[in-house]
């Protein structure tokens, strides 16, 4: 267990490094291409031009980095906190801090992330703006002075024992032993934080005294990773040599080494041809004297050849080497899949693999991505199911269940948690990113992903095949079934009947009904819905951070310019009764790149809310009534418009 949650916690801390370098790729793709064209060597040299090279490596990559890192932790405030730390760190140097930048950004996101959680709720109205920025601007310059002292210099000293090894090992040359560490931590999405982290800033020095860098071909040399799907073009099984040609492509010439990823995981001692491709790739750049003069991003053989020193010994190398790799690779892969076990190879259940390890969508899970199957036969049920059963599930099922009953179909429409999907589940939806994990817990069940639980084509396209298999045997619409689960039930209610005695006076009351509300971030809206939550004597008040890790797991975003943040399973035990908040935001608060303009905070305890959330989900699917809501002037006006809807 210890071995699996060490594993677990290098994955989350590699995926989360890559998290500050991908959204900044392009900017290191301009710099590169800046580069590759103006500098004294480069295809149209331009002494004005070529300006621009070292501020965009000194400050605006560094910058990026630290904004974005800070972003991830607690949103623009975050973001725009990190950044001003990342400014002492690029001062107090003279090296490209992208190293100190991966430090100072999320530190200062999580610095000004505790300072607004211990003054939330103790700002007196009127002041909430010039608390903020004063905190902020307060806060970060302080960060940015410890990093000029203290963080910057450590950098560059660790950077210098860094250079000092480099040397050492091309000196012995030990350098192709590099690749033992570095393909591997490909996979754990380490490779951003190792390419741009730390290779980049000591390539950055190399290529100022002798023009050149091999160190920018360490891990961006798609020759193994090539290799690979080359072996399995020939020698693959199944659906992984279906798609291995296209992911061959979309590796070598897109640079996205991610693609063969899946493949890796799928026979382990695929590592040992990445490895040795690795490593005979270096020893021929060492050998030829290959090397560039910025990093390739992404890692493509088109990249490669735009920062490649103009002349034919460079290309001969660099080109040599990618070669070499591949054959190597090729080789000892072809050897493995031919020797290893005969079977069927799913790259589909390998890539999903990937995309758990990631802990988020896998930008290239889509290229795997396999058709649902067939239909089943005679459909009795169909299940919605989130991670707690609680809200977005509940809302899914109320809607399709109304469309359900409208279509003439006798078809229970029930939700449930995914950890209590019952073994003979037929038809199951969830939503996108959390499809996996139901998939995995029903494996023989037809599952359907959806990404907006309020107006998805996905149920009208459902009902229409429903329709045409003809089913017509009798089923219950309302369900009080019992899970297998003890103290569990699986939900399936009708608007109008009520499962418990909790009348909708105390679920939904208008003192917890807040109009004109503004919000900087998601983080924080939600934190008010968990307090008015608490407040009124729902939740306990450890409830409120189970809804910001409900929202982490999977957006709570409906659709319709809806959200409906609720706690995670494990927190139903802090849910003290049902009950509901509703945040009324003119202007909207960004969810994830979508804008929520109504938030309604949910806390369910044994299905006693599911009546009005069912009442709220229909309202909310037509969005001539999320107008009305939005511009209602009272809390009961908003309160008739669902309770009209309901009737």
């Given at each position: 267990?210890?071995?699996?949650?060490?594993?677990?916690?290098?994955q989350?801390f590699?995926?989360f490094?890559?998290?500050?370098?991908?959204?900044?790729?392009s900017a290191?793709?301009a710099?590169?291409?800046?580069t590759?064209?103006?500098?004294?060597s480069?295809?149209?040299?331009?002494?004005s031009?070529?300006?621009?090279?070292?501020?965009?490596?000194?400050?605006?990559?560094?910058?990026?980095?630290?904004?974005?890192?800070?972003?991830?932790?607690?949103?623009?405030?975050?973001?725009?906190?990190?950044?001003?730390?990342?400014?002492?760190v690029?001062?107090?140097?003279?090296?490209?801090?992208?190293?100190?930048?991966?430090?100072?950004?999320?530190?200062?996101?999580?610095?000004?992330k505790?300072?607004?959680?211990?003054?939330e709720?103790?700002?007196k109205?009127?002041?909430?703006?010039?608390v903020?920025?004063?905190s902020?601007?307060?806060?970060?310059?302080?960060?940015?002075?410890?990093?000029?002292?203290?963080i910057?210099?450590?950098?560059?000293?660790?950077?210098?024992?860094?250079?000092?090894?480099?040397?050492?090992?091309?000196?012995?040359?030990l350098?192709?032993?590099?690749?033992?560490?570095?393909?591997?931590?490909?996979?754990?999405?380490?490779?951003?934080?190792?390419?741009?982290?730390?290779l980049?800033?000591?390539?950055?020095?190399?290529?100022?005294?002798?023009?050149?860098?091999?160190?920018?071909l360490l891990?961006?040399?798609?020759?193994?990773?090539?290799?690979v799907?080359?072996a399995?073009?020939?020698?693959?099984?199944?659906t992984?040599?279906?798609?291995?040609?296209g992911?061959a492509?979309?590796?070598?010439?897109?640079?996205?080494?991610?693609?063969?990823?899946?493949?890796?995981?799928?026979?382990?001692?695929?590592?040992?041809a990445v490895i040795?491709?690795?490593?005979s790739?270096v020893?021929?750049?060492?050998?030829?004297?290959?090397?560039?003069?910025?990093?390739a991003s992404?890692?493509?053989?088109?990249?490669?050849?735009?920062v490649?020193?103009?002349?034919?010994?460079?290309?001969?190398?660099n080109?040599?080497?990618?070669?070499?790799a591949a054959?190597?690779?090729?080789?000892?892969?072809?050897?493995?899949?031919?020797?290893?076990?005969?079977?069927?190879?799913?790259?589909?259940?390998?890539?999903k693999?990937?995309q758990?390890?990631?802990?988020?969508?896998?930008s290239?899970?889509?290229?795997?991505?396999?058709?649902?199957?067939?239909?089943?036969?005679?459909?009795?049920?169909?299940?919605?199911?989130?991670?707690?059963?609680m809200?977005?599930?509940?809302m899914?099922?109320?809607?399709?269940?109304?469309k359900?009953?409208?279509?003439?179909?006798?078809?229970?429409?029930?939700?449930?948690a995914?950890?209590?999907?019952?073994?003979?589940?037929?038809i199951?939806?969830?939503?996108?990113?959390?499809?996996?994990?139901?998939?995995?817990?029903v494996?023989?069940?037809?599952?359907?992903?959806?990404?907006?639980?309020?107006?998805?084509?996905?149920?009208?396209?459902?009902?229409?095949?429903?329709?045409?298999?003809?089913?017509d045997?009798?089923?219950?619409?309302?369900?009080?079934?019992?899970?297998?689960?003890?103290?569990?039930?699986?939900?399936?209610?009708?608007?109008?009947?009520?499962e418990?005695?909790?009348?909708?006076?105390?679920?939904?009351?208008e003192?917890?009904?807040f109009?004109?509300?503004?919000?900087?971030?998601?983080?924080?809206?939600?934190?008010?819905?968990?307090?008015?939550?608490?407040?009124?004597?729902?939740?306990?008040?450890?409830?409120?951070?189970?809804?910001?890790?409900?929202?982490?797991?999977?957006?709570?975003?409906?659709?319709?310019?809806?959200?409906?943040?609720?706690?995670t399973?494990?927190?139903?035990?802090?849910?003290?009764?049902?009950g509901?908040?509703?945040?009324?935001?003119?202007?909207?608060?960004d969810?994830?790149?979508?804008?929520?303009?109504?938030i309604?905070?949910i806390?369910?305890?044994?299905?006693?809310?599911?009546?009005?959330?069912?009442?709220?989900?229909?309202?909310?699917?037509?969005?001539?009534?999320?107008?009305?809501?939005?511009?209602?002037?009272?809390?009961?006006?908003l309160?008739n418009?669902?309770?009209?809807?309901?009737?």
């Amino acid at each position: 267990m210890a071995h699996f949650n060490i594993k677990v916690a290098v994955q989350k801390f590699g995926n989360f490094l890559s998290s500050m370098v991908m959204p900044n790729i392009s900017a290191f793709i301009a710099w590169g291409l800046i580069t590759a064209l103006f500098i004294p060597s480069g295809f149209l040299p331009n002494e004005s031009l070529a300006k621009m090279v070292t501020p965009m490596v000194t400050f605006l990559l560094p910058l990026l980095i630290g904004y974005t890192g800070g972003k991830l932790v607690h949103d623009h405030r975050g973001g725009v906190v990190g950044a001003i730390a990342t400014m002492g760190v690029i001062v107090g140097s003279d090296i490209p801090m992208f190293l100190g930048a991966m430090i100072m950004g999320p530190f200062g996101g999580y610095v000004i992330k505790k300072f607004d959680q211990l003054i939330e709720g103790k700002i007196k109205a009127g002041f909430e703006m010039l608390v903020n920025n004063f905190s902020a601007g307060i806060l970060g310059g302080l960060l940015s002075i410890l990093s000029f002292l203290a963080i910057g210099p450590a950098v560059n000293v660790f950077t210098g024992w860094l250079v000092a090894g480099v040397d050492w090992l091309v000196g012995t040359g030990l350098l192709p032993l590099t690749s033992i560490l570095i393909e591997p931590a490909k996979v754990l999405f380490l490779n951003n934080a190792i390419n741009h982290g730390v290779l980049s800033p000591i390539g950055v020095e190399q290529v100022k005294q002798t023009g050149a860098s091999i160190l920018f071909l360490l891990e961006s040399n798609p020759g193994p990773g090539i290799g690979v799907l080359l072996a399995y073009c020939f020698f693959g099984k199944g659906t992984a040599k279906k798609s291995a040609p296209g992911a061959a492509i979309i590796h070598f010439f897109g640079g996205i080494h991610e693609i063969y990823f899946p493949y890796i995981l799928m026979k382990p001692m695929l590592f040992l041809a990445v490895i040795l491709g690795g490593m005979s790739g270096v020893f021929t750049l060492v050998l030829l004297g290959g090397g560039l003069f910025a990093p390739a991003s992404p890692g493509s053989i088109l990249a490669i050849t735009a920062v490649t020193p103009h002349n034919a010994g460079a290309y001969i190398a660099n080109f040599a080497g990618v070669i070499v790799a591949a054959l190597v690779s090729f080789i000892v892969g072809a050897f493995i899949l031919k020797t290893g076990k005969k079977s069927d190879e799913n790259i589909e259940d390998a890539a999903k693999k990937m995309q758990e390890m990631k802990g988020k969508k896998s930008s290239v899970a889509d290229v795997f991505a396999s058709e649902p199957g067939n239909l089943p036969t005679n459909v009795s049920k169909i299940i919605f199911a989130c991670d707690a059963g609680m809200g977005s599930s509940a809302m899914g099922a109320s809607l399709l269940r109304k469309k359900v009953k409208e279509a003439g179909l006798n078809i229970a429409v029930t939700n449930t948690a995914i950890s209590n999907l019952p073994a003979d589940a037929q038809i199951v939806i969830t939503q996108e990113e959390l499809t996996p994990r139901a998939q995995n817990k029903v494996p023989n069940a037809y599952h359907i992903s959806v990404d907006n639980f309020l107006s998805s084509p996905e149920y009208d396209s459902l009902l229409a095949r429903l329709q045409d298999d003809g089913t017509d045997e009798f089923h219950e619409i309302v369900e009080d079934a019992e899970e297998k689960v003890p103290g569990v039930r699986e939900h399936s209610i009708e608007p109008g009947i009520v499962e418990d005695e909790q009348e909708d006076n105390e679920l939904l009351r208008e003192e917890y009904v807040f109009l004109n509300q503004h919000f900087a971030n998601k983080e924080e809206a939600i934190r008010f819905a968990g307090r008015a939550l608490f407040n009124a004597g729902y939740v306990k008040e450890s409830y409120i951070e189970a809804m910001i890790a409900r929202d982490e797991l999977t957006s709570t975003y409906m659709g319709n310019d809806v959200a409906i943040p609720h706690g995670t399973e494990e927190a139903k035990k802090d849910v003290l009764k049902s009950g509901f908040t509703v945040l009324q935001i003119p202007d909207g608060v960004d969810f994830d790149g979508q804008k929520a303009r109504l938030i309604f905070g949910i806390a369910g305890k044994d299905g006693t809310h599911l009546e009005i959330l069912s009442g709220i989900a229909v309202t909310c699917s037509e969005m001539e009534n999320i107008e009305k809501m939005v511009k209602a002037t009272s809390a009961r006006e908003l309160m008739n418009i669902i309770n009209v809807e309901n009737k």
